[in-house]
């Protein structure tokens, strides 16, 4: 088992990050072959439009750091996607990032991934009602779908507290340990869990 993070906080000690690595942590006590990127450390730019991807290429015409995440997006069985809330959606360099998996879609846009994929979407948020924000995960799921995930995975951290502050949440951190305990023994139904 093969699982990348890709981590969109620009914080090194931030919640989402600390909930990704919980959750990358589990699974590789539990044998799985872990990947970790930190967006913010990395220099790239995000899709051009340029559709070289789609008319000359099967991969994105870019060479920057993203290169190597893409790659390993494809290689891996599961990807987690950590991000804060940034003005009610994803951080600038994790959106950056997802723009440019468009790269993974044929120009028919079915999927250059290999199906059966698993995802997991960490969203943190300061705002306490989880009930606002709702909508950020359905619209990266459904691409997700798209490129042929079959499990889908999201936990959501809320309430104003300070960075690194995932240790306070019990509840959260066993929900990121039985994330990870799924995505190590998946079972054959597609699904999209909320956690």
């Not at 051009?48 to 991807?53: D, K, S, T, V």
């Not at 709702?134 to 309430?159: K, T």
Request: aromatic share 10%.
């Amino acid at each position: 088992m093969k699982i990348v993070a890709i981590l969109g906080s620009p914080r090194s000690k931030s919640n989402s990050t600390a909930l990704a690595r919980k959750i990358v942590e589990r699974a590789g006590n539990l044998g799985a072959e872990t990947q970790e990127f930190a967006l913010n450390k990395l220099q790239f730019k995000g899709c051009q439009a340029c559709e070289a991807c789609k008319t000359k290429l099967d991969h994105c015409v870019l060479k920057d750091d993203l290169t190597p995440i893409l790659e390993a997006v494809k290689e891996a069985d599961a990807i987690i996607m950590a991000s804060p809330n940034y003005f009610g959606e994803v951080s600038g360099q994790f959106k950056s990032f997802f723009d440019r998996t468009y790269s993974l879609l044929n120009p028919d846009f079915s999927s250059r991934l290999k199906p059966g994929k698993s995802s997991v979407f960490i969203f943190a948020q300061g705002q306490p009602n989880l009930n606002l924000y709702a909508d950020v995960h359905p619209r990266y799921e459904m691409w997700l779908n798209r490129y042929g995930f079959a499990h889908n995975y999201l936990l959501r951290m809320n309430g104003p507290r300070p960075a690194d502050s995932v240790a306070q949440r019990p509840d959260l951190i066993t929900q990121a340990e039985e994330i990870a305990n799924n995505l190590m023994s998946p079972s054959m139904e597609p699904r999209a869990d909320k956690f």
